[in-house]
């Protein structure tokens, strides 16, 4: 059926330029391969990905399904020659955006992926564990090509805080950690670079988890729980502590990115003897970040 206008290219009832518009929460399946110690590995990554592009304030709305289509291209696509790296898919929905949306000046893709992998317990037993992939890229027509990869993580933290007071009340002296609360800590970082750079997403939740009081388990049987426990009550933290060392942790984990690569750290400790949480963040570029902790 051929329709008589397109509706899209007419003018809108006021002319302000929109910055973002787009579809959000397009759940898409997304093969990764990637070199393991065992040979390659094809992840099939389960996402939820928001797309957008601006729109110029002559123009009434945006071609929505162009956005749809340029997705389910590169789907299709990542299943015949699978991907090494979801933030690569973000640049290139990025690029045919560009391609598609003649009128646009800019546009952006973020990406949130499911993601497991081995692990083991503090006595030793293996597990498979959860994480959040964040990923993202940006691009302007007359300019370059940003991309970004994260990591969400959950862990626990003990506070400094509470333990010193219990200590000081029942002036308990002993070699072993004093009882404290604790908290569910939700950790991430987040790394924008150029698109020539590419950063193991691994490497940023091992950096995170080392950050906290303790990582935490899906399934833990009595001696790991004690040891879990006693990890985390040896090695207090409180929610500004784990975004320092997460800070700390990137610095030295990657001495050979340049200055200008952006980073941003969150921590929200989710308190267990109040109703409210702990939060801290910091944003900078890693050339700061190095001249602060020289």
Known sequence: MTLKCDLQYGKGDSQYRLSRVGVKGVRKPIVVQRQGINGTL??????????????????????MSRNVEVLNEIVFESVEKPITAIEDVAAEICRRLLV????????????????????KTP??????????????????REGDLTKMIGVEVVGMTACPCGQQTVSEMLDIKCQHPVMTHNQRNVSSICVYMPEDIVIEADKLIDL??????????????????GQVIINAHNNTKFVE?????????????????????????????EESIHKHDAFAEREALLGELRS???
């Open 42 to 63: 094809n992840n099939t990554l389960n996402c939820s990905i928001d797309i957008f592009v601006d729109l110029p304030g002559d123009q009434k709305g945006s071609h």
């Open 241 to 269: 502590d784990v975004v320092r060392s997460i800070l700390d942790n990137f610095v030295k984990k990657f001495p050979e990115l340049p200055d200008d690569v952006y980073v941003d750290v969150m921590s929200d400790s």
């Open 208 to 225: 995170v988890e080392d950050s906290f009081s303790s990582p935490t388990f899906e399934l833990l049987k009595r001696p790991d729980e």
């Open 292 to 294: 602060e902790n020289q």
């Open 123 to 140: 006595l030793g037993k293996d597990t498979f564990e959860s994480y959040t992939l964040l990923s993202g890229a940006h691009i302007e």
């Open 100 to 119: 598609r949306h003649e009128y646009a000046l800019e546009a952006q893709v973020n990406i949130e992926a499911e993601y497991f992998r081995a692990s």
